[in-house]
C-alpha cells in the first residue's frame, strides 16, 4: 500500500515565523503536490514537483516555497507565516503515467497561525 | 452540487436510500475525472474515475456519469451506508497535464 505521511498533524505557529511542512512518501514517486484545503473552497496546489529539484508552481503559490532534495521528501516552506495562511494542508504523491490516474494523500496538516 | 464560495454544499441521505453528487468542470479540454471521498481527519481517497470518452462507468455501488455537452459529473451511490458519510470531491485533469483541479466538494450525511 502506497503510504503518504506528513510531518504534524496538528501545528500552531506565530505570525511571521518560518514554518516547514513535511511530506514523505514510500513508494518511489515522481510526483509530488502540496494543496491547501479551506472550507467552500475545495483543493487549491500550491507547488508540484515532477522529480527531485524539480518544481512547478500551482494555482496559489504566493507566501510559499518548496524543497525536494530527495524523492521521496517534498517539504512547503512558509517563509514568514501569515494569519491568512491558517488552513489545512495536504501532500500528495504519484507516479506519471500510471493509471488510474490517482493522487496518494497524507492525512493533512491543519495549521494554525495567530 | 458544488459552487466556488464559502459554504460547503450539503446532501443528506437516509441510510439505505441512493443518494447523487454533482459536479460541474470547467475545462472542456479535460479528459479525465476522478472522484474522490475524505472522512473527517483523513486525506482524500480515490472512489472512481472516468475517462472523457466514456459516459458513464460502474464501480462497487458507485456510478459515475459525464455529460460532456453540459460539462457535468454525478457520483451515484447505491443503497448508502453510515460509512458513506464524507466530503466528495470532483477533480478534472486537462488534457496532458498531471495536475487535477478539484471542485469544492460536498458533504453527504447519512441519516440512520
Known amino acids: 500500500d502506497v503510504k503518504v505521511t506528513q510531518s504534524s498533524r496538528y501545528l500552531v505557529k506565530r505570525t511571521g515565523e518560518k514554518v516547514f511542512l513535511e511530506c514523505v512518501q514510500d513508494?518511489?514517486?515522481?510526483?509530488m503536490f502540496w494543496y491547501r484545503q479551506d472550507p467552500g473552497l475545495g483543493l487549491r496546489l500550491i507547488y508540484f514537483?515532477?522529480?527531485?529539484?524539480?518544481?512547478e508552481k500551482g494555482d496559489i503559490p504566493e507566501g510559499y516555497s518548496v524543497s525536494r532534495e530527495k524523492k521521496e521528501r517534498f517539504s512547503l516552506i512558509l517563509e514568514s507565516a501569515s494569519t491568512n495562511q491558517t488552513s489545512m494542508y495536504l501532500c500528495?504523491?504519484?507516479?506519471?503515467?500510471?493509471?488510474?490516474?490517482?493522487?496518494?494523500f497524507g492525512p493533512g496538516t491543519r495549521l494554525t497561525v495567530t | 452540487g458544488e459552487s466556488v464560495g464559502l459554504h460547503l454544499p450539503t446532501l443528506s441521505v437516509q441510510e439505505g436510500d441512493n443518494s447523487i453528487i454533482n459536479c460541474a468542470y470547467s475545462?472542456?479540454?479535460?479528459?479525465?475525472f476522478i472522484w474522490y471521498k475524505q472522512e473527517s481527519g483523513k486525506g482524500p481517497q480515490f472512489i472512481i474515475d472516468?475517462?472523457?470518452?466514456?459516459d458513464k462507468r460502474q464501480g462497487q455501488r458507485v456510478t459515475v456519469l459525464l455529460n460532456k455537452t453540459v460539462k457535468h459529473l454525478s457520483l451515484q451511490i447505491a443503497a448508502t451506508q453510515p460509512g458513506d458519510s464524507a466530503v466528495y470531491f470532483c477533480?478534472?485533469?486537462?488534457?496532458?497535464?498531471?495536475?487535477?483541479?478539484f471542485g469544492t466538494g460536498t458533504r453527504l450525511t447519512i441519516i440512520p
Open positions: 500528495a504523491s504519484r507516479s506519471p503515467g500510471q493509471e488510474p490516474y490517482e493522487q496518494y
Open positions: 513508494m518511489d514517486h515522481e510526483n
Open positions: 514537483s515532477y522529480d527531485v529539484k524539480m518544481k
Open positions: 475545462n472542456s479540454a479535460s479528459d479525465y
Open positions: 472516468i475517462r472523457s470518452n466514456m
Open positions: 477533480a478534472e485533469r486537462f488534457f496532458g497535464n498531471e495536475k487535477l483541479t
